[in-house]
T-cell receptor, first 113, second 112 residues
Framework: QKEVEQDPGPLSVPEGAIVSLNCTYSNSAFQYFMWYRQYSRKGPELLMYTYSSGNKEDGRFTAQVDKSSKYISLFIRDSQPSDSATYLCAMRKGSGGYQKVTFGTGTKLQVIP | GAGVSQSPSNKVTEKGKDVELRCDPISGHTALYWYRQSLGQGLEFLIYFQGNSAPDKSGLPSDRFSAERTGGSVSTLTIQRTQQEDSAVYLC??????????FGPGTRLTVT
């Protein structure tokens, strides 16, 4: 079993829809959670960075962490065709010194105009 | 400021040849990472450099893979005697210590 599980999709939604992207994980030591967006033939770009449980909002994006369920989500409101990309969740255990980051396999999202 | 840059952007090589991939991290970032991304496999950690400390090589898949970081800046990932299963996108990332990683555009390696 992988430490981080993410549905690969593809997920296809109409423009303006609310998108929900999710990851589950098995290691309760993970404390820092990230979402990256990766356009085709580009490197991943950091979108959201959260610590422990709770919500964090940035514009149309909301990251949610539920440590009790070992479940994280990224919500995209009013989705746009420019949001079409692969979204990778990532997480690590601590903040001190070097901590290896574990990535999900990514969910491919297509927003149809 | 300038982001992480990688070269070449694409590389096609014959099986058995050696290849070198280059990464220029963000200026001032002391940590540098190499990852491999294959279709449906996510990001596979290869190696991590931090300042003058010994690198974490625990992700290198075989002794055909090696990496150097000169002067705490530019890094080169070398793959010797390439195999078809080495075909993937090789991504470099840099960060300040224990902070978010910033990725380069990657090098797409195809071994024929």
């Amino acid at each position: 079993q992988k430490e981080v599980e993410q549905d690969p999709g593809p997920l296809s939604v109409p423009e303006g829809a609310i998108v929900s992207l999710n990851c589950t994980y098995s290691n309760s030591a993970f404390q820092y959670f990230m979402w990256y967006r990766q356009y085709s033939r580009k490197g991943p770009e950091l979108l959201m960075y959260t610590y422990s449980s709770g919500n964090k909002e940035d514009g149309r994006f909301t990251a949610q962490v539920d440590k009790s369920s070992k479940y994280i989500s990224l919500f995209i409101r009013d989705s746009q065709p420019s949001d079409s990309a692969t979204y990778l969740c990532a997480m690590r255990k601590g903040s001190g010194g070097y901590q290896k980051v574990t990535f999900g396999t990514g969910t491919k999202l297509q927003v149809i105009p | 400021g300038a982001g992480v840059s990688q070269s070449p952007s694409n590389k096609v090589t014959e099986k058995g040849k050696d290849v070198e991939l280059r990464c220029d991290p963000i200026s001032g970032h002391t940590a540098l990472y190499w990852y491999r991304q294959s279709l449906g496999q996510g990001l596979e950690f290869l190696i991590y450099f931090q300042g003058n400390s010994a690198p974490d090589k625990s992700g290198l898949p075989s002794d055909r893979f090696s990496a150097e970081r000169t002067g705490g800046s530019v890094s080169t990932l070398t793959i010797q005697r390439t195999q078809q299963e080495d075909s993937a996108v090789y991504l470099c990332a840099s960060s300040l210590v224990a902070r978010e990683q910033y990725f380069g555009p990657g090098t797409r390696l195809t071994v024929t």
